[in-house]
Every structure is written in structure tokens, then in C-alpha cells.
Nanobody
Framework: QVQLVESGGGLVQPGGSLRLSCAASGSIFSIYAMGWYRQAPGNQRELVAR???????KYADSVKGRFTISRDNSKNTVYLQMNSLKPEDTAVYYC????????????WGQGTQVTVSS
């Protein structure tokens, strides 16, 4: 069993930055692929970025060049650095554990709200 706890969400102005963190416990973090997804009201949950245990990354086209996913296996933590934020980035962001580079695993965090507004 894997427990995931996200943090770092909040309210930011357009063009600003936020860094999300996801702390994992309950399993061997380093062997799992990890990912970030988001869900805006009325929309389906969508991929933002994923990272394998070897560090290979994949991004949604909408965030390429603005967001960076990374992981620190010594801290059992995955990060999402979000720069040049836009109002359309507003959503609840969820951490995911397991799966591979292109598909989600079975474990989800509770989500953290990101609101981009002036």
C-alpha cells in the first residue's frame, strides 16, 4: 500500500510560479513511476507530467516548457515546478504512483488546489 500527500498549492497571479510536492510512504518509492494529473471543474482528470524511476519524463503538450517534474528518491518525494502559470492551469492537482511512463498507477493522493487568477 502506498500513501501520497500533496502540498504546495494555492492562489497565484498569471505569470507566477508554484512548486507542488508529493510525499510518498508505505512502499519502496524508488521503484515506482510517479505522475501529476489535474482536474478542473466539469472536466476529466488529465495527465500533466510523469517520471519513471530512471528519470525519464513525459509532459502534456499544454505544459511543455513551463512545468518540470522531478523526484528525490532519498526523500520519497516527487515535485512539480510550475512556471508562467495561466488561468487555464487552475485545477485540483493529484499525485499518482505506479504505472509507467505513459499510464497511471493505482495510487492517488487527495489533491491540492491550484488557482491562477489576478
Amino acid at each position: 500500500q502506498v500513501q501520497l500527500v500533496e502540498s504546495g498549492g494555492g492562489l497565484v497571479q498569471p505569470g507566477g510560479s508554484l512548486r507542488l510536492s508529493c510525499a510518498a510512504s508505505g512502499s519502496i518509492f524508488s521503484i515506482y513511476a510517479m505522475g501529476w494529473y489535474r482536474q478542473a471543474p466539469g472536466n476529466q482528470r488529465e495527465l500533466v507530467a510523469r517520471i519513471t524511476n530512471g528519470g525519464t519524463t513525459k509532459y502534456a503538450d499544454s505544459v511543455k516548457g513551463r512545468f518540470t517534474i522531478s523526484r528525490d528518491n532519498s526523500k520519497n518525494t516527487v515535485y512539480l515546478q510550475m512556471n508562467s502559470l495561466k488561468p487555464e492551469d487552475t485545477a485540483v492537482y493529484y499525485c499518482n504512483s505506479g504505472g509507467g511512463l505513459t499510464y497511471a498507477g493505482n495510487y492517488w493522493g487527495q489533491g491540492t488546489q491550484v488557482t491562477v487568477s489576478s
